[in-house]
């Protein structure tokens, strides 16, 4: 009988009803992903007018919220493997959605903050392990832009979080914005019989029986009999963060943690304190949340465009430059007396922020090899995070000193220019697809010399 690679029927396979209805559902999970984290930038104004705390203050309980989030993003990202992927997204989709609706009945900062840490263990947690799910159901040709369109929920998210905070602030308070992020709670049952565990999981289980039933919603010629070939079987079991710096992937390691390290900077800085630093520009609360809706906005289609020219150009050349457009506008908009004029920086900022976030993910992903995807796209995202607990912070110092908004944003700028020059060091010739490409080249080439 005819063993087959269960990853190979994936890579070369065709998308199928099963990958659309699997996308609809990892979308809206990131969805209000995105929403649970952005809304407390927008509600800011709010609870320091009601619990009197400081601007440093605010800045502090983001910090502390992304703590939980640095916290989530390696418990639940490296050890995926060994609770399964299905089950980790299942429980921190809980999480986050669970306290964040409770954060919404909080009567003290305290109790605001316990909320918020127990919520970033779900906003760490889930992202690493959808990226690195859809990565192994996602045929190889439609990887980068799978993760891509599915990571821009976060961004619809953001933008939602924008629209019912300017309908909802004004008239009924800061509470009902944080009542909607329980709204996934319902959909989890759904979500239980729709996501799959990951084809790693069920090799590792060699749970032939599940395999198969998953495989042909993939390929409905498999045959219920079929005998699977469990490739790399040990070199999944003891895949680590060690693995991350072997086979000369060391420096490419740390250039991807450290430019996640500063595009954290950049998002969490924008998702905590753009409305207050428009605001302190001169607009008003409405106006002022429009230009997350805005920012958001411009990641999306920042993420749809230049994730097609990445097909065409490479990460790196696509990338790099849109890290340093987004550090000029930055420093731009800081001058900028035009609201629309401010509405197209904000929008070329969100595809150089979140947008670029995005696409790093689909980077991640591709760079690494399936066996050390998961602790690849975790332990970047964890080292990321340590950028989004220092920003909120740092941005909340520096308005202590009522400096100019060009001060601050340029602030903020200055994180852009350092993740260019990291990701500029990254290697391409140890990527992944650079050394399977190779393989292929090199079996060509013997099988010309052999027939010679």
């Not at 900028?336 to 595809?351: C, D, E, T, V």
Request: positive net charge; aromatic residues 14%; hydrophobic residues 50%.
């Amino acid at each position: 009988m005819r063993t087959v690679n269960p990853i190979e029927i994936v890579n070369q396979s065709k998308l199928k009803v099963f990958h659309y209805v699997l996308i609809l559902c990892l979308f809206f999970i990131m969805m209000f992903d995105g929403y649970d984290v952005v809304i407390y930038g927008a509600t800011i104004p709010m609870l320091k007018a009601e619990w009197g705390i400081s601007d440093l203050v605010a800045g502090a309980i983001s910090s502390y919220t992304t703590i939980g989030t640095a916290v989530g993003a390696v418990l639940f990202g490296l050890y995926s493997d060994r609770f399964g992927r299905k089950r980790i997204i299942i429980l921190t989709t809980f999480l986050f959605s669970f306290f964040t609706l409770l954060s919404g009945f909080a009567t003290s900062p305290i109790l605001f903050i316990v909320f918020r840490i127990i919520a970033g263990l779900g906003f760490g947690g889930v992202m690493p392990n959808i990226a690195a799910l859809i990565s192994e159901y996602a045929p190889s040709k439609h990887r980068a832009a799978i993760i891509s369109i599915i990571f821009c929920g976060y961004s619809v998210g953001a933008i939602l979080a924008s629209f019912s905070g300017q309908v909802l602030l004004e008239r009924f308070g800061w509470q009902p914005v944080y009542w909607i992020a329980g709204l996934p709670l319902l959909v989890l049952p759904f979500a239980i019989r729709i996501i799959p565990e990951s084809i790693n999981s069920l090799i590792k289980q060699k749970d032939t029986k599940r395999l198969v039933k998953v495989l042909q919603k993939i390929n409905p010629m498999i045959s219920k009999d079929v005998q699977f070939k469990y490739v790399h079987q040990e070199q999944q079991q003891k895949s680590s963060v060690r693995d991350l710096f072997k086979n000369k992937l060391g420096l490419s390691t740390m250039m991807f943690w450290l430019s996640c390290f500063c595009t954290f900077i950049l998002m969490y800085s924008l998702n905590t304190w753009l409305p207050t630093l428009m605001m302190n520009a001169g607009y008003n609360l409405k106006s002022s949340l429009f230009f997350v809706a805005v920012l958001q906005i411009g990641a999306i289609t920042g993420t749809m465009i230049f994730g097609n020219i990445i097909q065409l150009l490479g990460f790196k050349r696509v990338l790099i430059p849109l890290y340093l457009v987004g550090a000029i506008s930055l420093i731009l908009i800081g001058y900028s007396k035009n609201i629309y004029i401010a509405y197209g920086l904000i929008a070329i900022i969100g595809a150089a922020s979140v947008g670029l976030q995005n696409m790093s993910n689909a980077y991640v992903a591709q760079y690494y090899s399936v066996d050390i995807r998961a602790a690849a796209l975790g332990s970047t995202m964890a080292f990321g995070r340590i950028g989004s607990i220092v920003a909120p912070t740092y941005m909340g110092i520096l308005l202590t000193f009522n400096l100019q908004p060009q001060f601050n944003f340029f602030a903020i700028g200055i994180a852009a220019i350092f993740g260019a020059i990291a990701m500029s060091f990254i290697r391409e010739d140890h990527a992944d697809y650079a050394v399977e490409k190779q393989l292929v080249s090199n079996e060509i080439a013997f099988k010309k010399e052999s027939l010679s």
